[in-house]
């Protein structure tokens, strides 16, 4: 089991994660209906967060989950929120958080929440006790390490067939044992968000912004600062998927692990620094935020599969203010697509 | 709400925590009464984990208490086993203890562990949900700051009046609070083990520990290290109780909050550390025991209370370097006192 896909600590996650909170905006609607909807017997309600990291972007989700499931069941319903994620992943700014101001606990009462730090690629919670999954940006992290790609950092962007087959592959596996597990977890009507990198057209709308995340880490190799076999190593255990890929456990009669698929589209974020850099033409901050942004996601990992004796924090710093002058340089619109997919037990 | 009262991070308590572990290791006969005897009723089984630190303590007593359900309730039944503490505990060594060789969930099935990051003087859990709750070595910690000692650093060696008048007032509201809570969390016949630094013929165990403690304070004063005002705010937020403090609120007519005590007694835990020292002889190695240990549980908060111009670090490494050497010189055996309690729901 891979367990490298650890968000940047220290609560820098948290402050450097606007573009998944965008991709959360366009999915709140979604969601909002998704709770609207769901079946709800007994309480005390569970919902639960597939893939946490440190909770800010969890808020506003388990907010109007809170806010639709208790304007259905009566507004002093008890209600569990369920934060899972890694064993390494930082607990105690996801704690903090929901001691703080922006939290969903703040004014509400009766909420119950906890935390579990396990893999959700195992069952991680009693049988049939969920109502609601929430589960953001966390399913293109795969369960076990793809081939390393040769040129690229993202597998995805890579030319090589082979690394191409064995990302979809793993991918495949991984969508699979997810569904399988959270269907012995959810309730009967109970309901699942999924949303994850998508792929449309062909198109990830990684291709910038991820190309030039390359062409850095190759900057600090012609700088002497890693080497060829470090490059090599650093792919991404990451993916996006195709709609085709969501849809694939369902080919045969529309069901798999006692799951049915409601919705499932592509969904483009918006660049959550551009219109600042419109106004402001301040191109060195816009590109600060994007190298930021990517580090808090891929940081660790990239610190992780550097060579024994290299200083990771020292090549980690240095590789991202390449990236930030890289950006600044000649600023683009990051758009990512994002796969969503709502899934019912049946 | 005091939020001072973290253990050092890192897994530091989890490696110098060997005085709690012994105290545990004379509470396990009790537990396991306990857990053979209290109502079990409807699955899965909840079993609470009231101030888990970062986890290593609470194996073993966790571990007992499924053994002995599985052999009641049968041995797949599912068990849900909760861990609480502070959020600004280190709960990433806890879920890292979790996924560990020495944990309650190895080589097993149908456990689901969880964490909450919240105080325990607030509802922490749904009504009635818990079967078992086990609290150890966390009640002596008050939820509000006693008055400095300007005598001592533990508040209940002060030979202030007024020290002693505040410190049991905040313990007698800490221990009825800590009940109704509880109260509300626990199932009709579930029961609760609360066990905590004691007081026995006056004497707390801590008198030679302790004392050596605030000498070292008062050694870093006199080389000018710490100032006097420093000296004065350093009293841990901490206090042990006598068996009268632990029945107060059962007074009248033996129940309270719908609680009543089913066992009560006062231990006296044996130093962990002394027959090595009796067999090596190796004083700095006892001394470096002892001061670890102190510095475990004590040493964050006692950073917490430095001025705000001090570095921290360098004063509690040398006020700790000053403890060993105090231990070193005239090694004795530190046997605390421990009162446990068992409780149960009506």
């Given at each position: 089991m891979l367990k490298l ?81 890694l ?31 396990r893999s959700?690629f195992e ?19 795969l369960s076990a ?202």
């Amino acid at each position: 089991m891979l367990k490298l896909s650890a968000m940047e600590g220290g609560g820098y996650y948290n402050q450097n994660s606007a573009m998944q909170a965008a991709g959360i905006e366009l999915l709140l609607p979604i969601w909002k209906r998704v709770a609207q909807t769901v079946a709800i017997d007994q309480a005390p309600l569970m919902i639960v967060d597939y893939g946490s990291s440190q909770g800010r972007n969890s808020m506003r989700p388990m907010r109007v989950a809170i806010g639709e499931l208790r304007a259905r069941a009566g507004s002093s319903v008890p209600v569990e929120v369920v934060h899972i994620d890694l064993p390494s992943n930082d607990f105690a700014a996801l704690f903090t958080a929901l001691d703080g101001p922006d939290s969903y606990m703040t004014g509400a009462v009766d909420i119950y929440t906890s935390a579990i730090g396990r893999s959700y690629f195992e069952r991680v919670i009693p049988p049939g006790r969920v109502h609601l999954g929430w589960n953001s940006w966390t399913m293109q992290w795969l369960s076990a390490n793809a081939p390393d790609a040769p040129d690229h950092v993202l597998a995805i962007l890579s030319t090589a067939p082979q690394v191409q087959k064995a990302l979809a592959a793993q991918q495949a596996l991984d969508w699979r044992r997810f569904l399988e597990v959270r269907s012995s977890e959810l309730r009967h009507g109970a309901k699942l968000l999924s949303a994850f990198p998508g792929i449309m057209g062909g198109e990830t709308g990684w291709e910038w912004l991820g190309g030039e995340l390359w062409a850095a880490i190759l900057d600090l190799c012609r700088d002497g600062m890693l080497s060829e076999a470090e490059a090599l190593r650093i792919t991404l255990p990451a993916g996006p998927r195709t709609l085709d890929a969501v849809y694939a456990p369902f080919a045969s009669g529309g069901q798999y692990a006692d799951l049915e698929i409601e919705h499932a589209e592509i969904l483009k974020v918006p660049d959550p620094y551009w219109s600042g850099y419109k106004q402001t033409g301040d191109r060195r901050a816009f590109a600060e935020c994007h190298a930021n942004m990517v580090r808090a996601w891929a940081g660790p990992t990239i610190a992780s599969m550097l060579a024994a004796n290299r200083n990771p924090s020292a090549a980690v710093d240095a590789l991202f203010v390449h990236l930030a002058e890289r950006v600044a340089a000649s600023p683009r619109q990051h758009e990512p697509f994002l796969a969503v997919t709502v899934l019912k037990k049946r």
